[in-house]
């Protein structure tokens, strides 16, 4: 699984401060209205093939059994393409779906014409991180997009970590800053953010053989951690969520199984 959060404040602290344990009022409210299944639907969502949205897909969203749809390479022709499938979603959603995509820059990048070009280890500053973040935004709802999938919040280890060429440059403290830049630069814009944590692969190596990662990996792994704990001391708001599974895929390291992220 990858773990998401979104973060408001620099760190600065790390008081570790206990979350709401009860849901707000009128999220209690909202949900009573729903069928179990439209519960379940708001929690997932969909992908498909293709630069046209199946009928399924569409009808999903009209009977509220998806909360959106998450984008990749094969789903991109071009930016009046992207617009028009948008457009096409958001009509049978009813003007509320979540319209996501992965685009940290970089080696993952799914919308080819949108910022940033640049992979995080290359965008320098908190300062210029957020103003990246902010033109990335820009783009992205440009195109009906208003999720994105990053910025990548874990720390590598050493430069054989598997993450390093997805991770932003510098310590926890230092990247935690830059998340938080970046998300400010999001949230700016109107797309929303998410913090992404990998379990494991701050300290996982790209030779590592297949094995569960996340059980002896460095509680500092994640600077998202050191982030939701000072937006916390800050009064600034942190929410936590999970983004959909991870998925990873087999590949071999001199004919013997291995694994790397997704």
Same mark, same amino acid.
């Given at each position: 699984l990858t773990l998401g959060a979104a973060v408001d404040a620099p760190a600065r602290d790390t008081t570790v401060s206990q979350a709401?344990?009860?849901p707000a009022a009128w999220a209690v409210e909202a949900a009573g209205r729903l069928s179990v299944r439209e519960q379940i639907g708001q929690l997932v969502l969909g992908a498909f093939e293709g630069v046209r949205a199946p009928s399924s897909v569409n009808s999903a969203l009209r009977r509220d059994r998806l909360s959106g749809v998450i984008l990749f390479g094969?789903?991109?022709?071009?930016?009046?393409?992207?617009?028009r499938l948008t457009r096409s979603l958001q009509d049978a959603g009813s003007g509320s779906a979540l319209i996501s995509v992965d685009q940290e820059g970089g080696i993952v990048r799914r919308i080819p014409f949108a910022a940033p070009r640049e992979g995080q280890p290359a965008q320098g500053s908190a300062t210029r991180v957020r103003r990246?973040?902010?033109h990335s935004a820009r783009d992205l709802s440009s195109l009906g997009i208003n999720v994105n999938f990053a910025p990548v919040a874990d720390v590598?280890?050493?430069?054989?970590? /598997?993450i390093l060429p +997805?991770?932003?440059a510098g310590g926890p403290t230092a990247i935690a800053g830059k998340v938080a830049a970046a998300i400010r630069g999001y949230r700016a814009e109107g797309v929303a953010a998410t913090a992404k944590h990998f379990p494991g692969l701050g300290a996982a190596l790209r030779t590592q053989m297949m094995r569960p990662w996340g059980s /002896?990996?460095?509680? +500092?792994s994640c600077a998202a951690t050191t982030c939701c704990r000072s937006a916390r001391q800050s009064r600034h708001e942190c929410r936590s969520s999970?983004?959909?599974?991870?998925?990873?895929r087999p590949w071999t390291l001199n004919g013997l199984p291995a694994n790397r992220g997704a």
């Amino acid at each position: 699984l990858t773990l998401g959060a979104a973060v408001d404040a620099p760190a600065r602290d790390t008081t570790v401060s206990q979350a709401p344990t009860r849901p707000a009022a009128w999220a209690v409210e909202a949900a009573g209205r729903l069928s179990v299944r439209e519960q379940i639907g708001q929690l997932v969502l969909g992908a498909f093939e293709g630069v046209r949205a199946p009928s399924s897909v569409n009808s999903a969203l009209r009977r509220d059994r998806l909360s959106g749809v998450i984008l990749f390479g094969p789903n991109v022709a071009s930016s009046a393409q992207v617009r028009r499938l948008t457009r096409s979603l958001q009509d049978a959603g009813s003007g509320s779906a979540l319209i996501s995509v992965d685009q940290e820059g970089g080696i993952v990048r799914r919308i080819p014409f949108a910022a940033p070009r640049e992979g995080q280890p290359a965008q320098g500053s908190a300062t210029r991180v957020r103003r990246i973040a902010g033109h990335s935004a820009r783009d992205l709802s440009s195109l009906g997009i208003n999720v994105n999938f990053a910025p990548v919040a874990d720390v590598p280890s050493g430069p054989g970590s /598997d993450i390093l060429p +997805r991770a932003y440059a510098g310590g926890p403290t230092a990247i935690a800053g830059k998340v938080a830049a970046a998300i400010r630069g999001y949230r700016a814009e109107g797309v929303a953010a998410t913090a992404k944590h990998f379990p494991g692969l701050g300290a996982a190596l790209r030779t590592q053989m297949m094995r569960p990662w996340g059980s /002896d990996a460095p509680r +500092r792994s994640c600077a998202a951690t050191t982030c939701c704990r000072s937006a916390r001391q800050s009064r600034h708001e942190c929410r936590s969520s999970w983004s959909p599974t991870r998925a990873t895929r087999p590949w071999t390291l001199n004919g013997l199984p291995a694994n790397r992220g997704a």
